[in-house]
């Protein structure tokens, strides 16, 4: 089915451990976003890419990094976890279209110990 | 003062009876998302609008750009629509959310 993959799924990693999210979109979109979710929160952008080779930070972007490897996928690492950095990340890409809307992925359920 | 403020910020109805879930934004903006988050973490998009109003099933969505507020209508709730609701505002290349409003349908 289209849509957006988002692995792994959960994960937990030890402080000062490095990891990476992958995403991949199959609907053509050009934009693609990394987000944190936390408890009372909602969700923070923190990092977008507008178009294949551009990335841009968001609302929360310290202690991350991104790549935009193609069209298709978009990495978020994090090079030395901390546990602030617990939290469900969400991969999401857009169409500016009227008829595409968002979609998001599955989430990633991140616990740093 | 949040970019985007939702009320309420929860609410419990009994089956059957018609929802509206407010959403209220204090910046320009090229189009509003509802969206929808489920127990377990699944969002999905169910609308996006940038001018009047749109439905889908039982789902309506209205916006009045020039008071820059926005409404999303329930018809005939149901226990499975219990979940949690978030108006996001797209403003350039960024998205900006609010804090969502949690749904229980009582069956």
């Known amino acids: 089915n289209a849509g957006v993959t988002q692995t792994p799924k959960f994960q937990v990693l030890k402080t000062g451990q490095s990891m990476t999210l992958q995403c991949a979109q199959d609907?053509?979109?050009?934009?693609m976003y990394w987000y944190r979710q936390d408890p009372g929160m909602g969700l923070r952008l923190i990092y977008y890419?507008?178009?294949?080779?551009?990335?841009d930070k968001g609302e929360v972007p310290n202690g991350y990094n991104v790549s935009r490897l193609n069209k298709r996928e978009f990495s978020l690492r994090l090079e030395s976890a901390a546990p602030s950095q617990t939290s469900v990340y969400f991969c999401a890409s857009s169409d500016r279209t009227e008829n595409y809307g968002y979609t998001f992925g599955s989430g990633t359920r991140l616990t740093v110990v | 003062k949040n970019e985007v403020e939702q009320s309420p910020q929860n609410l419990t109805a009994q089956e059957g009876e018609f929802i509206t879930i407010n959403c209220s934004y204090s910046?320009?903006?090229?189009?509003l998302h509802w969206l929808q988050q489920h127990p377990g973490g699944g969002i999905v998009s169910l609308f996006m609008?940038?001018?009047g109003k749109k439905k889908h099933g039982r789902l309506i969505a209205t916006i009045n750009i020039q008071e820059k507020h926005s409404s999303l209508h329930i018809t005939a709730s149901h226990p499975r629509d219990s979940a949690v609701y978030i108006c996001?505002?797209?403003?350039?290349?960024?998205?900006?959310f609010g804090k969502g409003t949690r749904l229980h349908i009582l069956p």
């Open positions: 910046v320009g903006i090229s189009a």
């Open positions: 890419s507008a178009s294949e080779g551009t990335t």
């Open positions: 996001a505002v797209r403003r350039d290349d960024k998205i900006i």
């Open positions: 609907m053509n979109h050009n934009s």
């Open positions: 609008l940038s001018s």
